[in-house]
């Protein structure tokens, strides 16, 4: 048993009296808190659309579904991720490639990425969209995505399951897009979907929430347990194009549409005087039953309110952990890049464990002899016998180093002081 895991929900009597309400109403489903859930979770983020849907992973799905992904198209992700990143391509039929992660950050290093799309690109084969992984709460190199997004024509799905809360920083030129080319085209986006494009050429920096850029076609977040905040489980998927969300919204339940306006069979849906049927309503596309319940958005809407709390609480963790093992031998930390408010959904150490003498198999162990839980976060997909052949390990170097040396510790807003010291103390301790 671990008494200080590695992740923990924190529920308070706000949450508890939240569902509780929600038990004594008329709805425990399709009521009127998701829409309300959705609404608050866009202004949190700074975007103009918020579908709200039963899980991370289900989000990744939509959003596949939702920019017409399928067979025939390729998908690039990073190495280093949760498996649902790449899976989400394979549910619609495409094919899943992988590129290398940033020593450094963790996240997908942008060279690794253009290497693979223009070698697929003068092979004929080029990729048709691409998934980029916030690690751990770090944002990747957004600008450096939005250019290549735009230079190779991709469809891009930003997975913000890790970033909730994280921001960065645009250099000048990348404001409201990803360049000049970009610009034109976000233009376009936010003119057809009624949003607004902050203007490129302001000539000063800006700091973007993660999920306000209008570049990636969507962003996406999970609302696990461990994550920032949770509906049990949940997630949303975030886009600044109107159809784009419609049509996220009608795949999420059953491929249903109830707007009169866009039935195909008006003779069946309207009475000879043109009046609708009250009855009537047209599955349009094969969708899924991906909603969130009001139980669910209930819970959400207390969590969102105490999302500043749990960002500063995390950020205080990882600061203390920063401040007393930097400079311990074996262990290093991943870099934040400048520009970047990191989100700390893990607080990721790389140990030298060959090098002190012992296996990441006996530190977890010992550590959990002490009651501090542990984790791995995340054998490289290619790894998995699922995926195994989509990618040679050594063509991976970056995300097998990271790999083998990888150890999430504990981190979760109600951890107190007293914990974090014994975290402290402990991995010294087992590490000598």
Known sequence: MTDIPYGRQQIGEDEIAAVVEVLRSDFLTQGPLVERFEEAFARTVGAPYAVACSSGTAALHLAALAAGLGPGDRVLVPAITFVASANAGRFVGAEVAFADIDGDDLTLSPAAAEAVLEQARRAGRPFRALVTVDLAGHPCDMAAFGRLADAYGLIWIADACHALGATWTAPARNQGSSGESASGQASARSQESGSETVAAGSGQAREWRIGEWPRPDFTVFSFHPVKHITTGEGGMVVTHDARRAARVRRLRSHGIVRDPEQFVFREEACEPGGQVNPWYYEVQALGFNYRLTELQSALGLVQLRRLPAFLARRRAIADRYRRELTGHPGIRFPVVRPGCQHAWHLAIVRIDYAGLGTTRGQVM??????????????????M?????????????????????EALSLPIFPGMGEAEVARVIEALREVLG
């Open 365 to 382: 162990r010992r550590l959990r002899e002490r009651g501090i839980g542990t984790q791995v976060h995340y054998i490289p997909v290619p």
């Open 384 to 404: 998995m016998p699922f995926y195994a052949g989509s990618a040679l390990m050594a063509e991976l170097p970056h995300a097998l180093g990271y790999y083998r």
